[in-house]
Each structure stands twice: as structure tokens, then as C-alpha cells.
């Protein structure tokens, strides 16, 4: 019954299109998996033959079955655009950005332990220095332009999920004041007119 009703519809002639083309090559794979599924029949084998896809090989298919077989290895050249830790345009911007807050010495330090956390390596010893700012001068997490800072580091490095939300729980107490919208949104609009 199932089979019947894949043969009912373009279905199969759609899975020979995604394995064949799909420019994301897990999807060409997962159609190919597919495919091998429908032909684990001697009706899907039918049904695949007549959408000019051959599995089974027979000596007189050899032409046909090399065509899909080159179909599907054939990938599309994609321009390198590179990655971004080489894009120094971005850098620039970023580095713009943290000069514009105008942050003192010890927030700098603090910033740069927050960027620590995105390299597992270094996130080791950031997490017992920030434990002992926080321990010591929590209300530097207090600050506008310092969270600003980091909001461009969130944006720009790649952290993993519990390290955002040790983040977050450093700045708890700012981002949960009942005022940090409004001065928030007016600190960043001051900088970014700068």
C-alpha cells in the first residue's frame, strides 16, 4: 500500500531531483538512503527504473546507472568567501566598537576574560577570574556600556550555550532592572552616534 501510493505521485522523480542536485549534501545523501529503500523491493525497483533511475545493475544499464552516478557526485562550485576569524573587516568593527564605550582598564580586563569563554582552552581560567570579579566588584556587571561590549562579542564569536548563559547570569542584575531598557537603548544610541 505504501508503495503504491509513492507511485501515485511525483514523489520519486522529486527524490531523484534531490539526490541529484540538492546543493546541501546531506539532503543529497538522506535521497540517496531513500532511494536505496525504495529499491529494496523488486516493485521499487520497477517504480525507480521507470523514473529512468537504475539500481540494480544489468549489463545493458551500464550507461544509464553511470549518468546517475555522475549526477550525484557532481557538485556545484561554491565560491570561498573565508571564514571570520580572516575577515579584518569585521575585526576593525568590532574593535571600533569597544573603543567607542570608552571602557576603563579593569572592564577591558573583564571584556576580554567574557571573550575567553568562546575558546574552550581559555574559558578554564576566565570562569574562576570572572567568579572573582564578580565576588569582589559585581557591580562592574552593572554597566551599560560594558554589556554593549559584549553583546558585539556575542554577536561576533562563537560561544556554546552554557557559556552565554554564565554570561547572562553575570549581568542578571542589570538586564533584570526595571529601568535597563530605557538606559540601555540610550547608551547604545550614544555610541553608535559616535
Known amino acids: 500500500m505504501g508503495l503504491e501510493l509513492i507511485a501515485s505521485t511525483d514523489v520519486v522523480r522529486n ?11 546531506t539532503l543529497r545523501g538522506t535521497a540517496l538512503y531513500v532511494l536505496g529503500l525504495i529499491a529494496r523491493t523488486d516493485e521499487g525497483k520497477q517504480l525507480l527504473a521507470k523514473n529512468n533511475w537504475m539500481i540494480h545493475l544489468q ?5 544509464r546507472a553511470e549518468q546517475n552516478i555522475r549526477k550525484v557526485l557532481t557538485i ?32 577591558q580586563r573583564v571584556l576580554k576574560m567574557i571573550g575567553d569563554l568562546s575558546n574552550h582552552t581559555t574559558q578554564k581560567g576566565a570562569i ?20 554593549y561590549c559584549v ?11 552554557q557559556a552565554r548563559k554564565y ?21 547604545v544610541a550614544n555610541l553608535e552616534s559616535q
Open 59 to 63: 549489463p545493458e544499464d551500464k550507461g
Open 15 to 25: 527524490i531523484i531531483h534531490l539526490a541529484e542536485s540538492a546543493e546541501n549534501l
Open 76 to 107: 556545484p562550485f561554491v565560491e570561498f568567501k573565508g571564514d571570520a576569524t580572516k575577515n579584518d573587516e569585521l575585526w576593525e568593527k568590532v574593535d571600533k566598537t569597544i573603543k567607542q564605550c570608552g571602557l576603563t582598564e579593569e572592564k
Open 128 to 147: 574562576p577570574d570572572l567568579k572573582k570579579v564578580n565576588q569582589t566588584n559585581p557591580e562592574i556587571f552593572m554597566d551599560e556600556k560594558l554589556y
Open 167 to 187: 554570561i547572562y547570569q553575570l549581568f542578571e542584575k542589570l538586564l533584570s532592572s526595571s529601568n535597563f531598557i530605557v538606559s540601555y537603548t540610550k547608551a
Open 151 to 161: 553583546v558585539v562579542l556575542l554577536e561576533n564569536y562563537s560561544f556554546k550555550l
